[in-house]
């Protein structure tokens, strides 16, 4: 069941690394009880799980198989994003000396990352998707929002997936493109541009930190800061055009790191709790 033509459903899943795992929970309930988007837009994370959903991927055999696979020491990450932005300054400052390696050395992590994506991503384009689907990223040069429907899928994921200090720029269309939450974290705009009538907004970002203390801790805060003003200024626009059908979703899932993947079974749990609990409204939406 996605609904008529004025209240096609529409999902937009929002960025937060492995709390975006929930994604999959989410998405996961939903269809057992047969409720399929019409269309979805995601951003990071999002984009990742929304972008396999789409290519066909049964989330219920994706949850399987991600659970069984270590995505920490598969792309050699610290403990948290704070140890990695660290861990890039002192790469950065190797960089004054021998230039930016990362416009012509693709690194272990990045290539790690592409395969993976290839693989579960089936080698599709978006335009042979089973349902249509956007990734959002970000220009590193113009600070341009660059919303990706065409080309193949494994690359578009990674371009929107890209977090800063943690993967390199990803190559595109003569851009260099990084991750979307920059822009657009919660793409609900984007979803509704594809023509939903009903949406639902999956939000997983980060909460704010309580009692920020190292310099990195505040730059980080100020990004959290900047990212969530940019979603309340996206949602209330949507919800100016769509009102009661435009449908937010915040997952318990405040409490899980960035780089936490090995919690991917809490997170998922969270996912399906949510799908469970804004289920009526949807379906009410749709009637």
């Not at 529409?10 to 960025?15: C, D, E, K, V, Y």
């Not at 990450?77 to 890039?88: T, W």
């Not at 003003?229 to 960035?258: D, F, M, S, T």
Request: a neutral charge; one cysteine or more.
């Amino acid at each position: 069941m996605s609904g008529s033509e004025g209240t096609r459903l529409g999902i937009a899943l929002g960025g937060g690394g492995a709390r975006g795992l929930a994604h999959a929970g989410f998405l996961a309930e939903l269809e057992e009880v047969g409720i399929t988007p019409a269309c979805l837009a995601g951003t990071s994370m999002g984009a990742v799980v929304g972008g396999l959903y789409a290519a066909g991927q049964d989330m219920e055999k994706l949850i399987r198989v991600f659970s069984h696979l270590d995505l920490r020491e598969i792309f050699g990450m610290p403990e948290s994003y704070r140890q990695m932005l660290e861990r890039s300054i002192g790469e950065a400052l190797l960089e004054r000396f021998r230039g930016p390696s990362w416009k012509h050395e693709p690194s272990p992590r990045l290539s790690r990352m592409l395969e993976l994506l290839r693989l579960f991503g089936k080698r599709l384009s978006f335009e042979e998707l089973e349902r249509p689907f956007a990734a959002v990223a970000a220009d590193l040069l113009s600070g341009e929002e660059v919303v990706i429907r065409s080309g193949p899928l494994y690359l578009g994921l990674a371009a929107s997936a890209a977090l800063p200090g943690v993967f390199h720029p990803i190559p595109w269309n003569g851009r260099w493109l990084i991750d979307g939450g920059v822009v657009n974290n919660l793409p609900a705009d984007v979803v509704q541009a594809m023509g939903a009538g009903v949406v639902v907004a999956v939000d997983v970002a980060a909460p704010l930190a309580s009692n920020p203390s190292t310099t990195m801790e505040v730059v980080l805060q100020s990004y959290a800061i900047t990212a969530r003003e940019l979603v309340r200024v996206k949602l209330a626009r949507v919800r100016e055009r769509l009102g009661e059908r435009l449908i937010y979703v915040r997952p318990e899932v405040e409490g899980i790191g960035v780089l936490e993947f090995e919690r991917l079974p809490e997170a998922v749990a969270a996912g399906r709790a949510a799908a469970r609990e804004v289920l009526p409204r949807i379906q009410a939406a749709l009637r």
